[in-house]
């Protein structure tokens, strides 16, 4: 029931999805009224689904402690399914702050893992890249970072398919001296780790560059260089469609390059890169976009199902058993 | 003597800076051996220049603690002729971490500004932006922030020109409990300070949309955003050139636009915002990027004018005078 143009949109993508994953079964949890009207547009969608009523939804805009006591809402019934066994993983395009708060508590974290991360995939000009944290905590010390080196690992594995995933952490120069402690010390336990293929630091501009394929850092840093990112690649095509609109030359330019400009609008479309991930939690949760659309909710469901179907859980167990958690046992910051 | 070309590019700096700054007199530190042939085909910069000779110069790899030690290096002497009064400001293409730590040494702090910052110009929807710290200070406390962003409002000032600039603490969320307690401190002196135009938290997409026209951080998140941001900006700027070579006629395609192309590609020019400042001390310091050309040397020299003859100083000494300082006396951090 969440997102800008619920329950439509869900049910849109849910139809895309249940076509590119024939076997999955989806349990559908809303208001029923609407939700079945909908759904007689959206064959496969119907099939695929099993259908669960609550006329409660949580809002956009509810402060996170207000939603956890909502206990009859779509969000929290389905977090409840998860934490029951009864279905593998979530995928809301409702409150963020809502959604992060119930999976933390009604899901809880992995055994030794001490807070989960916000994870997301972003385009580079080698390939993809997985970035966290993104804001799930503003504050880390580098027994988190540690951890986020480990579940970002797992998760470039089963999202991207990658056997021995490059793993950067973010920093402000990529000699060993920079930065404060708490990145020097995670550095130093990313290096001895017997299972990681730990890069070293990288900067800003690796990001995009593609140096590595997972980008490690604080949930403060994350969010803000996710959205700088965002923002100067938005601010560029903003440019372009002045420049191919600028004059009637500019537009026979545009219509003759057009293949290759579809290529990299597509190759840049924000859907192809929607479905942060909540990582770190007994179950797989996945955040769409609230504004996104059909195409856009169906990569989110893409994102979760890699999750499920590859393993994701039991890599983290591993790499987890790997780190010496003396090193890091009383570690400030 | 400092940058990939110099001092090649630095004479041509300061022929293109001589021509724009008529009035402007220019002590030139470094090998006249090497300078006076060169300064031979630089006539309005021999005209405006005083030359005064030393054999030495900071190794760009140079570590800053060595660098110290280097009395006689033409880095030194340039900060040591501000420090006396001899010139108002210097500009060096040389060792980032050496001019750094030889400005705070040798000049010294402004009186109650805690730590300098290191600020640029940056590019966005909306015009020019200003933002600090960029990788001075890697930690920040509140009163380090609330410091930036007098500092940052006198900059825009003395280099946008504006008469109120608008200001913006970069955070993770634009609502006002976001973020952690730094912050959220920052914020409220930021909000009762009577002569600063705060606007709120803002987040990293705000950087490129202009929302605000100075962006506050602390040094390690803000060489992050900007070097995310520059990324971003590079990696469509190959794209597109490979997407106008991709077929014949994509290339003439781009021909028809390239009026527009071309003032896309002036406006996102690196050239245009080169010159990074480090602010609070006694004195204008302009850092240019070692990989400049004259025409972005010259850009670096245009900045330090500007600071330098619009009271950059001694606006910053009223915005401080108006802190109250008990508000953020024994802060943590």
Redesign the interface.
């Known amino acids: 029931m969440g997102g800008d143009d619920a329950p439509g949109v869900v049910l849109a993508g849910l139809e895309l999805a249940a076509e590119r994953h024939p076997g999955a079964k989806f349990l559908l949890i809303g208001d029923t009224a609407k939700l079945e009207p909908l759904l007689e547009q959206h064959p496969r969608a119907r099939a695929a689904c099993i259908l669960r009523h609550t006329p409660d939804a949580i809002p956009g805009e509810m402060k996170p402690t207000l939603a956890l006591r909502m206990r009859g809402a779509s969000m929290r019934m389905a977090i409840d399914a998860v934490a029951a066994g009864e279905v593998a993983g979530v995928v809301s395009a409702g409150n963020t702050g809502a959604l992060m708060a119930l999976a933390k508590i009604v899901l809880k974290t992995l055994p030794e893992i001490d807070r989960p991360a916000l994870a997301a995939v972003t385009p580079?000009?080698r390939g993809d890249v997985i970035m966290l944290d993104l804001?799930a905590n503003?504050?880390c010390d580098s027994r988190n970072l540690v951890e986020f080196a480990i579940m970002g690992d797992a998760m470039a594995r089963a999202v991207l398919g990658l056997p021995s995933p490059t793993i950067g952490l973010?920093?402000?120069?990529s000699e060993e001296l920079k930065?404060?402690d708490r990145v020097r010390q995670a550095a130093e336990v990313l290096k001895a780790h017997p299972s990681l293929n730990f890069h070293g630091f990288v900067?800003?501009?690796?990001?995009?560059?593609g140096t590595v394929d997972v980008i490690i850092?604080d949930?403060?840093?994350g969010?803000?260089?996710?959205?700088?990112?965002?923002?100067?690649?938005?601010?560029?095509r903003?440019?372009?469609r002045?420049?191919?609109t600028?004059?009637i030359?500019?537009r026979?330019?545009?219509?003759?390059?057009?293949?290759?400009?579809d290529?990299?609008r597509e190759?840049m479309d924000p859907r192809r890169y929607n479905g942060a991930i909540l990582l770190g939690l007994n179950g797989v949760v996945v955040k769409s976009h609230g504004g996104t659309d059909a195409m856009g909710f169906a990569h989110a469901v893409d994102v979760a199902m890699d999750m499920v179907t590859h393993g994701f859980t039991a890599r983290i167990r591993e790499g987890l058993a790997s780190i010496n958690t003396r090193e890091l046992a009383g570690d400030p910051s």
Chains 1, 2 share one sequence.
């Open positions: 580079s000009g804001g503003v504050q973010l920093n402000v120069g930065g404060d900067e800003g501009h690796d990001i995009t560059r850092t949930g403060f840093t969010n803000i260089a996710l959205k700088t990112g965002e923002g100067a690649l938005k601010l560029m903003d440019l372009l002045q420049v191919f600028s004059s030359l500019a026979i330019g545009y219509l003759l390059a057009r293949p290759a400009l290529r990299l190759w």
